[in-house]
């Protein structure tokens, strides 16, 4: 008799997206390819970022980005990682990026025939590239409206966040994981490096309803708004009742904060000030990917006024305030925030 030694099933993030298909009938796989996509782009990001102290890729290239920030030559190298898979996939007619002032539309025979575009932060959080610190890619993927078999326009981008089909985002840290998030749940892949795939370790995400810890630029308190600022005095002051019911976390890199809060539960506060009165995050590349993922993971994300799903994008590189995190803690929030109505 043959016997076969069970070993513990690991999906990759291929056989993910393949089962997912067989969920759906009438799905054409363009999705599913597309996130194949991302995940290439991932891995290659993921060796370059691996071996970043060892090269002459560290630091800066000279060049201002759209919103006068210093270029570093990986935001460059990542920008055109995943725009190359995207372009050379079958499934996206055109990108935007956080690094470019519009978008690149395809336009050719075979991206024409897509249904999605796709925008994306390349590199968040590069500013702690220099110093080893986790960074991540974050994305955003649409149904496009323009009529498939031209090519996209770039009304296609400009698109409230409700309208995202799915949104993810990859940490490189000391693991380097894949998260993405359709309407049907939140699933995370962690790259296994022997086999170079990634491979299911977080299987349907809920954001924890409560959590103790909360992520805000602690240094900008006094240009916080009162709201914002009584919100913070209360936890602080709540942990002279009951010590350690809060903690205060911020790595200064987006999707290492929205990560730990994501799994962990908590609350991600990014608020404006007189100078900046919607603040530094960006709506199309950042907020919006993070609130549908959080969303679909049973948390919640609003500028302080509206549901950041909602608000209709005027332009690709608007900002917009960002609260993001487990449910009640979001809920309580927004009764501080009347304060500064
Ligand atoms: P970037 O896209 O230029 O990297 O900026 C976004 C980053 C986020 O990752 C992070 O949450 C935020 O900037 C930190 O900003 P600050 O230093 O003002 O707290
Ligand atoms: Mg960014």
New binding site residues.
């Given amino acids: 008799m043959t016997t076969v030694i069970e070993r513990k099933k690991l999906l990759t993030l291929d056989e993910f997206t393949i089962q997912q298909l067989r969920l759906f009938p009438n799905a054409t796989g363009q999705l599913s390819s597309l996130m194949r996509d991302i995940g290439l782009a991932a891995k290659r990001i993921n060796a370059e970022i691996n071996k970043a102290g060892l090269l002459d890729i560290f630091g800066v290239t000279g060049d201002l980005n759209k919103h006068g920030?210093e270029v570093k030559k990986l935001d460059v190298f990542a920008n055109n990682e995943l725009t190359n898979v995207l372009k050379n996939g079958v499934s996206c007619a055109g990108v935007g990026s956080?690094e470019w002032e519009g978008t690149l539309i395809f336009d050719d025979a075979k991206s024409n025939q897509s249904k999605y575009v796709v925008l994306f932060?390349p590199l968040?959080?590069?500013?702690n590239i220099d110093n080893n610190i986790c960074i991540g890619s974050i994305f955003g993927i649409y149904r496009r409206n323009s009529p498939v078999g031209s090519p996209c326009t770039t009304a296609d981008f400009v698109q409230p966040g409700d309208r995202q089909i799915a949104a993810g985002y990859v940490i490189y840290g000391p693991s380097t994981v894949l998260v993405y998030a359709t309407r049907h749940g939140v699933n995370g892949f962690t790259l296994d490096p022997a086999i170079g795939e990634f491979c299911l370790s977080h299987p349907d995400i809920i954001c924890p309803a409560n959590g103790s810890t909360y992520s805000i630029?602690h240094s900008n308190f006094f240009q916080y708004s009162v709201g914002v600022r009584k919100y913070i005095n209360d936890m602080q002051r709540w942990n002279e009742q009951v010590p350690d019911a809060f903690s205060q976390r911020y790595v200064?890199?987006?999707?290492a904060?929205m990560h730990r809060t994501l799994l962990q539960g908590g609350i991600f506060l990014?608020p404006g000030n007189a100078d900046k009165p919607q603040g530094?995050?960006r709506l199309m590349y950042?907020c919006n990917p993070f609130a549908f993922i959080f969303e679909a993971a049973k948390g919640e994300a609003t500028n302080g006024k509206q549901r950041i799903l909602d608000i209709v994008p005027k332009e690709l590189h608007q900002r917009s305030q960002f609260y993001c995190g487990s449910s009640n803690m979001i809920n309580r929030l927004k009764q501080y925030l009347k304060w500064d109505i």
Avoid: Q
Avoid at 124 to 127: I, T
């Fill in positions: 920030e956080e932060d968040d959080g590069s500013s630029n200064g890199s987006m999707v904060d990014y530094k995050l950042e």
